[in-house]
C-alpha cells in the first residue's frame, strides 16, 4: 500500500470518528464484537471445523502440525486411519497411491500452486470426487516452509458433468441420426423424382407425341377439303395445344429430375434455367462465374444441390419477390463453394422465413446441411432478398 493510501483512510478514519463525536452518535453495546482475541482464537477453531472442505497444514517435511474435523473424519472414512499431529501424511496414505501424492507434494513444495480432481470407490460401487489443492506456504524470505492441503467433496457437480457429457453424447448422435435420415429422405425423394419424370416423359410424352402424330395423318388425309375449312382449323388449333403439352410435359420432366445435370452438366442447366426464367417471367437475370469455379468437377450431390437452390431461388423470385433484376454469382475460395442469389424486390419478412409451411426454404436448409454448409436469407422490406450460400469442397 502507498504511504499517501494510508494517510488517506487514516484520514477518513479520524473524520469519522470525529463525525461521530460531533453528531453524539452512540454505536450501542449490543453491536459490538468482544475484542477479546482467546474468544476469536476458539471462533476462528470453529470456523476451521465447520467448514465443508478438508484443511491440514504440513511442514517441509509433510509432518502434520494442523488439520480441522473435517480433514480428520475425511481420513478416517477414506483410509480407515487415525489423524494424529506429528505424523508424516504419506504414512496415512495407502502404499498404491504414495508414489503419485510425493510427486504433486514434492512439486507443491518447490513453490507451486497445484489443483487436480481424483475419484475414490464409494459405498455401492459409486465413484466419490474430490478435488484436492495444495497451496505452499512461504517465509518472508521467499521460503517455503510447508503445505496447506485443501479437500473438498465434488462428487455432486462431477456427476451432474458426467451426466451432462453423457446427454451431450447422446444428442449428438440423435443429430446423426437426423442427419442421416433427412440425406436418406432427400436421396429417396431425388430417386421417386427420377422415377416420375421418366413416367411422365416417356409415358405421356410418347403418348402425346403419337397422338400429334396421328392428328397430322387425319389433317392429311383431310386436305381435300382445302385451306381454311372449320375442320382443318380446329385440328390445327388441337395439334398447337398437344405441341403445348408436350412442351409442358418435358417443362415438368425436367423440373422434376435435371436429367441434364448429368448431360450438360451443372453450370449449362444453370444457364439454361436462367433462360427459362428471362424468357418467361421478364425478369432480368445475370449469371457471373468465376473461371477457378468453372474448372472445377462435381459431384452429383453438389450439382443437384446447386440447382435444387437455383430453381428455388428462381421460383420464388417469380411467385413473390415482384422483382426486376436478379444478379447470380457463383465463386469458390481454397475450401468453399460461395453462391449468391440477390433480387430487387420487396424482400422477405422474418415471419415468412420462418413460416411452418415454408417447406421451400426449408428443403433448401436441409440439402445445404448434408454437405456441411451454411444458407442465409438476407433481407430488408423493399430492399430486396439476398440467397447467401457457402458449400465446403474437397479438391
Ligand atoms: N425472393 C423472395 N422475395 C420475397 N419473398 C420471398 C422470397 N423468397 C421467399 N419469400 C417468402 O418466403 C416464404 C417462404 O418461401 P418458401 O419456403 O419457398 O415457400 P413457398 O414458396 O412455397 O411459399 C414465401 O411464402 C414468401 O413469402
Ligand atoms: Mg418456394
Redesign the pocket.
Known sequence: MHSSDASKISNNTSAMHQYIEENKIAIPESKRLPLDTQKADQYLKTIFDYTETAYLLLDQKLIILAFNLRAEKWIYQVYGKKMEKGRCIIDIVPKSRTEMIKGDYEKALQGKHLNYESNFPGPFGRQIWYNFQLSPVMSEQNKVLGLVVAISDITKRKNAEIEKEKLGEALKASHLGLKKLVAHVQSAKEEERLHIAREVHDELGQLLTTTKIELSMINKKLSHLGEGSYIQDELFHVIELINKSIKSVKKIATDLRPEMLDELGLLESIRWQIEEFTNNKGVVCKLSVSPEFESLTHDINLSTTMYRIVQ??L???A?????TQVNIVIKTSIDNIFMVIQ?N?????EE??N?K????????RERVMLLNGIID?T?RVGE??V?YVQIPYMI
Open positions: 428455388e431461388a421460383t420464388n423470385i411467385r413473390h419477390a415482384q422483382a433480387d424486390g420487396i424482400g422477405i419478412s415468412a422465413k413460416k409451411n415454408s417447406f421451400g426454404l426449408t428443403g433448401l436469407f433481407s430486396g432478398t440467397v
